[in-house]
């Protein structure tokens, strides 16, 4: 399965706050978006810019870390858009595609949940539980399979059941891979990745 269909299984199927709340790219104005805790508002932007690349939503992720002082290199991601409206239309563009989207995700990654950043807090309190709780909310909010697959592995050590986890997701992403894109492989594919995520956020 090529890396465009793919994201749009994820934007489907990622376990994110925003989508319980059905809050969409074009609300990022709405008194519903300005009343979210930061690490929402932080989610539903850096959701918009994979969603949608575009200026606007870039804008709106920079008014965002100046607005509560995160550092995010904004001027970094300007190559994407460029590449975005290259390949636009174009009939060989599957690969690039593929290449493009999972640089994006990448970008995307570096950008900390501050789920972590809580999780981590609640570490030097020797608050185990409310550490786990929140680092897989924080896994919760990520895209690429490399920074699932690492912070899984760094909390393996605290919560054994990671590793089960990341054995899950391997298999989870073989799937992806061999999947066709007609409705019934899709729809066993949005069913895998639910009970996955039932499983991420089941604390044990």
């Not at 991601?77 to 590449?83: H, T």
């Not at 995700?105 to 550490?131: G, H, L, R, S, V």
């Not at 990745?193 to 044990?204: G, P, S, Y």
Request: aromatic share 8%.
């Amino acid at each position: 399965m090529n890396w465009s269909i793919v994201f749009f299984i994820a934007m489907m199927f990622l376990l994110l706050r925003i989508l319980r709340l059905r809050i969409r790219a074009n609300t990022t104005r709405s008194e519903s978006f300005k009343r979210l805790p930061p690490k929402d508002q932080l989610a539903v932007l850096k959701e918009c810019l994979l969603n949608n690349p575009s200026e606007a939503n870039l804008r709106n992720l920079a008014e965002f870390a100046s607005r509560t002082s995160l550092k995010i290199d904004i001027e970094s991601y300007r190559p994407y858009l460029k590449s975005q409206l290259e390949i636009f239309g174009r009939k060989d563009a599957i690969a690039d595609d593929n290449e493009l989207y999972a640089a994006e995700t990448a970008w995307i990654d570096k950008i900390t949940p501050i789920e972590f950043e809580e999780a981590e807090a609640f570490k030097q309190e020797n608050e185990t539980q409310k550490y786990i709780e929140r680092t897989l909310e924080g896994i919760a909010r990520l895209y690429s399979d490399d920074a699932i697959l690492e912070t899984l592995a760094k909390l393996a050590p605290d919560y054994p059941h990671a590793g089960e986890l990341a054995e899950s997701y391997k298999q989870l992403m073989q799937t992806r891979d061999e999947s066709l894109a007609d409705d019934k492989s899709l729809e066993k594919l949005r069913k895998q990745k639910e009970a996955w995520e039932d499983d991420l956020l089941h604390v044990r």
